[in-house]
Nanobody, 126 residues
């Protein structure tokens, strides 16, 4: 069982930045691929970014490419999402997710992840 706890959300003005963190329990974090998703009010949860087990492969949704950066520190059992140049349309609850099944692959679909955090709210004001 893996427990994921997100933090770092908050209220920021457009053009600002935030860094989200996702701390994972367990001794095998380095064997998981990780992802970030988000869900805005009234919308479906959508993929944001993914990282493989060692951070050597990254993938982003087109809507955040060039503005967001996913990274991980396996020694700290933590994955990060650095969000720059934030826009009001980035407002959502952000979730991290873990995929222990295929740590070398990058997954973009919700059902491909086995474990989820509780989410952290990000609000970008215009």
């Amino acid at each position: 069982q893996v427990q994921l706890v997100e933090s770092g959300g908050g209220l920021v003005q457009a053009g600002g930045f935030l860094r989200l963190s996702c701390a994972a329990s367990g001794r095998t974090f380095s064997s998981y691929a990780m992802g970030w998703f988000r869900q805005a009010p009234g919308k479906e949860r959508e993929f944001v970014a993914a990282i493989n087990w060692n951070g050597g492969r990254l993938y982003y949704a087109d809507s955040v490419k060039g503005r967001f950066t996913i990274s991980r520190d396996n020694a700290k059992n933590t994955v990060y999402l650095q969000m720059n140049s934030l826009k009001p349309e980035d407002t959502a609850v952000y979730y991290c997710a873990a995929d222990p099944g295929s740590p070398w692959l990058l997954k973009t679909r919700i059902h491909e992840y086995d474990y989820w955090g509780q989410g952290t709210q990000v609000t970008v004001s215009s």
